[in-house]
């Protein structure tokens, strides 16, 4: 079946450090990927999105990139900020607009 | 700006009470979906609609049933709240026009407590 997994968290960087957070899927097919970010008290925010292998989604400094060879579509910023910290989840696309979501992982950027 | 709506951010309730949550979305969206996200499992699908009167269960539907009967309201019913109800509940819509990649649009959420 379809499954999204992600890094543990949290993660807990200095501002203007580099961040990675993995995230590896399994799907039937070349299902479209993406990272959803949630801010405190707030609902989830579409980051970025990625509907084809070698595709790179990118949004406010973020970047990933399909990667159908690995199944994988790691979230990454050359400088994070603390506005940054949040909680960053990715998912796949499956049967129409429905999506499976990995558990997430925390980030906390100190200054 | 699309806006989803909850009709509660925090709520109480006791084991047995039937439960209801509201969610409104102001963009003529099709597609809803109700959401629980709990700590190291992520979101997990509970039920969604395709359109007016359209449901289809999710991964978890025990234990709740939905009710759309209008496009813009999606409601969460918990027919008989129980303590593993106790969860943060998410609520989404989402236009099908121009292909299926369309983001879902995500509420505030509700944090429902169960005694």
Known sequence: ?111 | DVKVTQSSRYLVKRTGEKVFLECVQDMDHENMFWYRQDPGLGLRLIYFSYDVKMKEKGDIPEGYSVSREKKERFSLILESASTNQTSMYLCASRTTGTGEDNEQFFGPGTRLTVL
């Open chain 1, 1 to 111: 079946g379809n499954s999204v997994t992600q890094m543990e968290g949290p993660v807990t960087l200095s501002e203007e450090a580099f961040l990675t957070i993995n995230c590896t899927y399994t799907a039937t097919g070349y299902p479209s990927l993406f990272w959803y970010v949630q801010y405190p008290g707030e609902g989830l925010q579409l980051l970025l999105k990625a509907t084809k292998a070698d595709d790179k989604g990118s949004n406010k400094g973020f970047e990933a990139t399909y990667r159908k060879e690995t199944t994988s579509f790691h979230l990454e910023k050359g400088s994070v900020q603390v506005s940054d910290s949040a909680v960053y989840f990715c998912a796949l696309r499956y049967q129409g607009g429905k999506l499976i979501f990995g558990q997430g992982t925390e980030l906390s950027v100190k200054p």
